[in-house]
């Protein structure tokens, strides 16, 4: 789903309310800052959830305890499908990237307001389609990218591909976006630092060199 498309699901997602009071009642708004919880394992099996404003992205903790993000959500996401469908992703919670609204519908109204309102089950296919095309290009990533060529893309994508200041972004959510140990990020970033790529400060990396961490990438012409 191209950022037109959510943008244009999420004017229509805004609108049922006013157009529909049922809809409205049904619906509980919730705001969340920066690492906060949005929804539990189980929630998701028991409410549907849609993100208005705001990111996050979806978590899952792997048996040997460490953290492995599934999907980063946009505005106009609805996740939480096992509310609507026999189907759950267990050990899998919403977490807050930035701070965000969130609307959570209970399972039963929502079955019934998605047979009233249909853009909503087109909404989580939409969001369905993200996030396996997000999972696919980890899974190229992996498989045919070594860890710091994937860290330069990463930093490239957060910075915009500018030599700008990337805030908010610590060390532990960069190792879960890549799928490994936070150590492992803290020494490569070192490594940039003395190639004089980066800059590192607490929850702050100063890209200095886009040029240079797009030759790591693999992705500078």
Known sequence: MSRTQSK??????????EEDPAFERAVTIKHFKRGETVA??????????????????LVRITKEGRRLVLAVLEPGAIFGEG??????????FA??????????????EARMMAHRHPVLG????QTFGVRLAQVESRLEDVAYKKLPERLASLLLELADYQEITITGTSHQSLADTLGTYRETV??????????????????????????????IAGIAA
């Not at 509310?83 to 899998?92: E, G, I, R, W, Y």
């Not at 977490?95 to 039963?108: D, G, M, N, Y």
């Not at 087109?122 to 296919?125: E, F, K, N, Q, S």
Request: glycine content about 6%.
């Open 122 to 125: 087109w909404g989580l296919l």
């Open 83 to 92: 509310a609507l469908l026999n189907a759950h992703t267990p050990d899998t």
């Open 95 to 108: 977490e807050a990237q930035a701070e965000s609204t969130v609307w959570s519908i209970p399972a039963a």
């Open 8 to 17: 244009s699901l999420w004017r229509i997602l805004s609108q049922l309310p």
């Open 186 to 215: 803290s020494a490569i970033l070192r490594e940039f630092k003395q190639q004089g790529l980066v800059e590192l400060g607490y929850r702050r990396i100063t890209i200095l060199d886009a040029f240079g961490l797009a030759q």
């Open 40 to 57: 539990t394992p189980g929630e998701l099996e028991k409410s549907l959830f849609i993100l208005m404003s705001g990111q996050a992205r």
